[in-house]
């Protein structure tokens, strides 16, 4: 079977192909079996199958080709000038990233618990990511550990939902829940910093902002979530209901 660049070089060099061009996938299928090119089921597999070769932009005879997998289309530059390909790329996070907020606002408390888990489970920084249950979280939806400079820091998570920003009285029942933390580690012999983080879909009101050391408390926005959905690869369609550990029945 024929590698897919060469069916998209065939298809670009049809007469009058646009310069600028989009297709869903099925559409890009529906494109090479009018060109005859072998039968539709194996140029479905194999459209399916090598698709996300072009993730990163591919040149292919005077055509930058890439598959924008947030917009699930592939996309088909014909050489321009920097400034054009800049303005387009723009452009398109701008959708991939309005698509991203659409779906987050529109989780519940709970699955929006489970996916800011997923991305901190899926990032680089966290580790031994725990989701607390529903019913009696202790004024922690989500903890974890990270390492800064060799030491192993203790991370809770607040997790807010509100339509309106976050203010100080937030900020404030974290810090308490902070310190009741490192005084049950410090019960059980373990001595680390404790580190807080509020994610608010609203953002935060500048009382919250300035209430405590940043140095110990971090605060993430809509814009945070989007930036680690993408860097992470995790999207509404790729959330997995993590298991609930019993880590929480001995506090």
Known sequence: MDNLDFFISKLIITPNFPNKVSFTMKELVSEFVKLGLQNQDEIEELVYD????????????GYY??????LSTIIFYKLSSYDEIMIDKRHHEQIIDQRIRE???????????????????????YTDVKISPATRDGGIDISGYMEEDGT????LFELKTHSKPIGPSVVDRLVGV?????????????????KGVIVSVSGFTDGALKRTNPNNMEYWDIQTLIRLSKETQVGMKKIEIPIIDDEWDNY
């Open 50 to 61: 090598n698709i996300s070769s072009f993730t990163k932009p591919t040149y292919i005879l």
């Open 152 to 155: 192993k820091i203790r991370v």
């Open 65 to 70: 080709v890439i598959w924008e997998k947030w």
């Open 103 to 125: 779906q987050i606002t529109l989780l519940n408390p709970r699955a929006f618990e489970y996916f800011t888990g997923r991305l901190i489970s899926e990032s680089t920084i």
């Open 178 to 194: 902070m310190d009741f933390e490192k005084q049950k580690l410090e019960r059980l012999g373990e001595i680390m910093p404790i």
